[in-house]
Structures are given as C-alpha cells and as structure tokens.
C-alpha cells in the first residue's frame, strides 16, 4: 500500500521570462507587419531618444513627473532586427530561468525592469543628444546575466564546440563566459562607435554592474525565500 505525503514544499510558478520572452515577440512580429514609415514613427515614439531624455533647460523635478521617461521601459521590448532578438531571448533563456527561480517571479520581473531602466538612461547619458533611438532588451538581459554571476559564481555551462568533423560537449566555468563578454562590452563601448537603434554598448555595462548590485542586495532576502 503506497500512501502520498505531501511534502512542505510546494512547486511554484516561474512565469517572469516566459511573459517578457512573449512580449518581446509579439511586439516583434507586430512592427515586421507595419510599413516602413509607421515602423519609425512608432520606434521614436515609444523607444529612448537620449535627445529627449533630459532637458538642461528645464527643471530637474519636473521632467521626472514626464510621461515620456515611461519609454526608459517600453524601449526594452522594441526590436526590429531578428538577430537582435534571437541573442537577447537566447541569453534570457539560459541565465534568466535559473536566476528566476533563486530571485522569485516578482523579484526577477523588478531586477528586469529596473535594470534595463539604469541601462537605457545610461545609454542615453553617453549619446547625449543622439536623436536615433535606443530598442532592445539588451541592457536588462545584462542585468540577468550580472544577478546571474553574482548568485552564481562557480557555476559551468555546458557548450557544444565543433572539432573538425565531431562535435566536442564541454563545461566551463559561467563566470569565465560572462566576464569576457562583459569585457567585450567595454571594448565595443570605446571602439568603432555605437550601433544606433539596435546597440548602444554602455546599456550593457550599465546593466551588468546593476545586476551585480541588486544579487548583492537581495541574498537576505533569497535565503529567507529559499527557508520557506
């Protein structure tokens, strides 16, 4: 006779990234069906223009109560270009689900959202006056993948390397992967210039330190979440 224990622990929902994966998309598919003059007027009005940002001639406090600052985070969900949003997704999917289940959904959805906020505004600091704007969702994927080496420092990745005709699996260390791709940013952010509308390279430090940061922050906050 087998009789069923229900244990403490419950399963939970994970369900941040799959939403932010799904809009993403859809937004995706929506402006591939626009036309091209619709497609730009809709990436002005709702991406991050750093010529709009901030205004030196106005008041600081009144420009906070702006409306138009709330395209810091509709800029996050804007891509136009599918590689674009293949790379992002992709980064999203491998670091974002296991940072989402240590985080919690809330927690991971604020470390997204707040991360890719302080990426933009950064962006838009180092092209101030840039009237093309900033899309993606790349700076907040930073914030993910700085969260990520921060809860996770001495975690492997499994990669799949072609060797001649043989495909080798190996496992490295995330944290080695991350720190030369955070690297590569920082080259890019000096070297050959931003790409306006699809990259804007300090986005992704800016990001990255963010992530690091807010992992910091919430270990107390994990741990009590992990006790339950």
Do not use: K
């Not at 402006?31 to 010529?51: D, I, N, Q, Y």
């Not at 604020?110 to 840039?130: P, T």
Request: charged content about 10%.
């Amino acid at each position: 006779m087998f009789v069923n224990v229900e244990t403490r622990r419950q399963p939970r929902l994970h369900w941040a990234a799959t939403l932010l994966i799904c809009i993403c998309v859809v937004t995706f598919m929506a402006l591939a069906l626009m036309s091209p003059p619709r497609r730009v007027t809709f990436l002005l009005e709702w991406g991050t223009v750093p010529a709009n940002v901030f205004d030196t001639h106005q008041p600081i406090l009144q420009q906070l109560r702006d409306p138009a600052l709330l395209r810091l985070i509709t800029a996050l969900f804007i891509h136009v270009a599918w590689l674009h949003l293949l790379s992002n997704l992709l980064f999203l999917m491998i670091f974002g689900v296991p940072a989402e289940r240590t985080l919690g959904s809330i927690r991971f959805l604020i470390l997204f959202l707040l991360g890719g906020v302080v990426a933009n505004f950064a962006g838009a600091i180092s092209l101030a006056g840039e009237v093309r704007p900033i899309i993606g969702c790349s700076g907040a994927v930073s914030a993910v993948l700085g969260a990520y080496v921060s809860l996770f420092p001495r975690a492997r990745l499994g990669l799949v390397l072609p060797l001649g005709f043989y495909l080798e699996f190996v496992r490295v260390p995330a944290f080695l992967l991350i720190g030369i791709w955070a690297l590569l940013q920082l080259l890019f952010s000096y070297a050959g210039g931003p790409s306006y509308g699809g990259y804007a390279w300090w986005t992704h430090v800016a990001g990255f330190l963010f992530g690091v940061l807010f992992a910091l922050l919430s270990r107390n906050a994990i741990m009590r979440r992990m006790r339950r």
